[in-house]
Nanobody
Framework: QLQLVESGGGLVQPGESLRLSCLAS????????IGWFRQAPGKEREGVSC????????TYADSVKGRFTISRDNANSTVYLQMNSLKPEDTGVYYC???????????????????????WGQGTQVTVSS
C-alpha cells in the first residue's frame, strides 16, 4: 500500500521547536521530491518547503525561512521538517506530499503545484500557543 504518514505534531509554546516526520511506504522515496504544506483553520492550504529527490538545496516559504529546515533520510524512507522558533501563526495541520516529477522549481503556491504531487499524507496537527 502506497502511503505517507506524518508524525511529530503537538502543542508547543511560542519560541519552542518541533520536528515533523513523514514516513513513506510502498514506494522508493529516493526518486521522489517531497513537499511540506500546512493549513491553518479557515485558511487555504499553503506550501512550506520542498526538497528535490536529487541532492541540492531546498525551497522555503518566506514565512518560515531561517526557522524551518527540511531534510531527507532515504535509507529510512523518511523526510523531516525541523521547525524552530515557532510562532502562533505556524499553527495548522501539516501535510507531506511526494512527487515523482520534481515540482520544487515550480514554487510553493498550493493551487499551482498540488496537481504535481502523487501522494499525500493525512496530516499532523501543530498548535503553537501560550
Amino acid at each position: 500500500q502506497l502511503q505517507l504518514v506524518e508524525s511529530g505534531g503537538g502543542l508547543v509554546q511560542p519560541g519552542e521547536s518541533l520536528r515533523l516526520s513523514c514516513l513513506a511506504s510502498g514506494f522508493t522515496l529516493d526518486y521522489y521530491a517531497i513537499g511540506w504544506f500546512r493549513q491553518a483553520p479557515g485558511k487555504e492550504r499553503e506550501g512550506v518547503s520542498c526538497k528535490a529527490s536529487s541532492p541540492g538545496s531546498a525551497t522555503y516559504a518566506d514565512s518560515v525561512k531561517g526557522r524551518f529546515t527540511i531534510s531527507r533520510d532515504n535509507a529510512n524512507s523518511t523526510v523531516y521538517l525541523q521547525m524552530n522558533s515557532l510562532k502562533p501563526e505556524d499553527t495548522g495541520v501539516y501535510y507531506c506530499a511526494a512527487a515523482f516529477l520534481d515540482p520544487c522549481e515550480d514554487g510553493l503556491e498550493y493551487h499551482k503545484v498540488h496537481p504535481l504531487y502523487d501522494y499525500w499524507g493525512q496530516g499532523t496537527q501543530v498548535t503553537v500557543s501560550s
